[in-house]
């Protein structure tokens, strides 16, 4: 069964930084779309960063330049470096395929205060 292990949310005032983590098990790491997703509270989730397979990277225009999706294949890894962060992004954030077929994970809790 696959899962996904998100992890490096926190609590940061506005123009700071996090790196969020998530580990996923599974065979289709190297090959599928992945994406963030995030959700305030209230709010429906939606879609922040995406990398395809081959590296193309996607991003929301909100986020567009502060915030860097990446993944490490060997170690199974996607992550989101996020900087100047803003009140806005306040949300829990979850990683999954592009597809969103997979079973959520917990999500990482990002809080950011002005």
């Known amino acids: 069964q696959v899962q996904l292990v998100e992890s490096g949310g926190g609590s940061v005032q506005a123009g700071g930084s996090l790196r969020l983590s998530c580990a996923v098990s599974?065979?289709?790491?190297?090959?599928?779309?992945l994406a963030w997703y995030r959700q305030a509270p209230g709010m429906q989730r939606e879609l922040v960063a995406s990398?395809?397979?081959?590296?193309?990277?996607w991003y929301v225009a909100s986020v567009k330049g502060r915030f860097t999706i990446s993944r490490d294949i060997p170690k199974k890894t996607l992550y989101l470096h996020m900087i100047s962060l803003k009140p806005e992004d306040t949300a829990v954030y979850y990683c999954n395929k592009l597809s969103a077929d997979l079973t959520w994970g917990q999500g990482t809790q990002v809080a950011v205060s002005s």
């Open positions: 599974g065979t289709f790491f190297s090959v599928s779309t």
């Open positions: 990398i395809t397979g081959g590296g193309l990277t």
